[in-house]
């Protein structure tokens, strides 16, 4: 069990007082949204950790009132295993939950990889903890519309009272492209359960997931037409991925609203992350969903509520399963946290963003992805340490050093230069990954180099 230190404590209490009754939450999750896919600046310091192509003035409106996370970690390039992670407050690795249902094998999908990749599990375990159960503990009323996909289990039986059912990438209607019917539906569903709450006086946990809509989503005509008359020199993807990024905009614009004529928007933390990096590139960052690079992992992270300072931003380290500590400390839960959580409270950030740092189990934090997915160099595992990411790729052993807060773009392997940090990092990585039992791919006797490697997502690659 994890108890919160005295100082968190106390500061706990300055919310509370400032807060006055017990406060809500509404966590947006969105779908593959990189750090610089909006047109909020993630890095006060880094004038690129924006886009140039989307608007999104209402997550600027939220930002301006709240606080950003410039070094902020997805706990998976892929989705299952980040949305079971934020869920719960532990890793994939220890969740052995380190991929997607999509081509689950023993091998990964890969037909011809050097390593066979573990199979890994795609539902959430009824045994584990979730934030809205802690929640509900105290009183709150919990629901979560959108994109489920953490199992086939209705998402009841993790605490949520009132779902959408336990939707994929299809949604309820089971189509290819939910968007941008169900972006819509799940914020009118939102808004409706967070009124019934407050008529009722009860305070509330709502999680509205996203549907990818940034490539392949379709937009509503009122928004292309809105990108359209900019005059902007957009080709037709451009405009297309501006448009179904504007919708989101809108809808997330719905619902502060709602708050504000609620009168309750002083005391609602509203939360905005993404689950991993956008497909494809993320400039200035490597890299992107499927991968290992910053550019798959570091994604955007906005935090607004009582006693935050508006417009703030922090450079400390972050990640998906700091969430759950988050929250209940935001929310006054005073009883331990379940055993084996991996992340720690940001409390003492959102009052503090100058100062104010993170106490977790272990210093570092750490990503496994023992799957061949969309990055060459195939099943890999990071982990952090202050500004040094080291990367193990499992098919060569290669061991990789950056120091990413002088190069997110990974350009300079610092690892023939840092050979002492390399085998601390090394160590701590594995005696991590022994900690939580991780799973670890294994040579594949049926590798044969003279024939190519065809990966799921990412068309075909030499044999090595």
């Not at 892929?78 to 052995?96: D, F, M, N, V």
Request: charged content about 20%; aromatic content about 6%; hydrophobic content about 35%.
């Amino acid at each position: 069990m994890i108890k919160f230190p005295a100082v968190a404590i106390a500061l706990l209490t300055t919310i509370a007082a400032q807060a006055g009754p017990r406060p809500n939450f509404v966590f947006i999750l969105g779908e593959g949204h990189g750090w610089g896919s909006t047109s909020v600046q993630m890095d006060d310091a880094v004038p690129a950790s924006k886009s140039a192509l989307v608007r999104t003035p209402n997550l600027e409106k939220l930002a301006g009132g709240g606080m950003r996370f410039a070094n902020f970690y997805a706990p998976s390039p892929r989705c299952t295993p980040s949305r079971a992670s934020l869920l719960t407050g532990k890793s994939p690795a220890q969740l052995h939950m380190t991929f997607v249902g999509e081509g689950n094998r023993e091998t990964g999908g890969d037909t011809n990889g050097r390593l066979l990749a573990p199979a890994a599990s795609t539902e959430l375990p009824a045994t584990e903890t979730t934030i809205p159960e802690l929640l509900k503990l105290t009183g709150y009323a919990t629901a979560h519309f959108g994109k489920w996909h953490v199992g086939r289990a209705n998402p009841r039986t993790h605490g949520f009272d009132e779902n959408d059912g336990a939707n994929s990438n299809g949604g309820p209607d089971n189509v290819d492209n939910p968007h941008p019917k169900q972006l819509y539906a799940m914020t009118e569903r939102g808004m409706d359960f967070i009124a019934r709450q407050v008529k009722a006086g009860k305070p509330f946990y709502l999680q509205l997931s996203h549907y990818a809509s940034r490539q392949g989503g379709d937009a509503t005509a009122e928004a292309l037409a809105a990108v359209k008359a900019r005059g902007a020199n957009l080709n037709e993807r451009e405009i297309a991925e501006a448009a179904a990024d504007l919708d989101l905009d809108i809808a997330l614009g719905q619902l502060l609203k709602k708050l504000d004529e609620l009168g309750i928007a002083t005391n609602t933390y509203v939360i905005f992350t993404t689950d991993h990096g956008s497909p494809g590139r993320n400039p200035p960052l490597a890299g992107g969903k499927g991968t290992v690079s910053e550019g798959g992992l570091r994604v955007p992270f906005i935090i607004r509520g009582p006693g935050i300072q508006a417009g703030a931003c922090t450079h400390a380290p972050a990640i998906g399963e700091d969430l759950l500590p988050t929250i209940a400390g935001l929310a006054g839960v005073t009883q331990d946290l379940p055993k084996g959580i991996e992340g720690g409270s940001l409390v003492p950030v959102l009052t503090n963003p100058a100062a104010g740092t993170v106490q977790r189990p272990r210093e570092e934090f750490v990503v496994h992805f023992p799957h061949y997915d969309k990055d060459p160099i195939g099943p890999a595992s990071v982990i952090n340490l202050g500004s040094l990411k080291l990367i193990r790729v499992y098919e060569t052993g290669q061991l990789k050093l950056f120091d990413i807060s002088k190069d997110p773009g990974e350009r300079h392997d610092l690892a023939a230069q840092m050979p002492d940090k390399v085998r601390e990092l090394n160590q701590r990585l594995t005696d991590y990954l022994a900690a939580v039992n991780a799973q670890m791919p294994k040579p594949n006797p049926g590798y044969d180099p003279s024939k190519p490697t065809e990966l799921r997502r990412g068309g075909k690659r030499k044999g090595k």
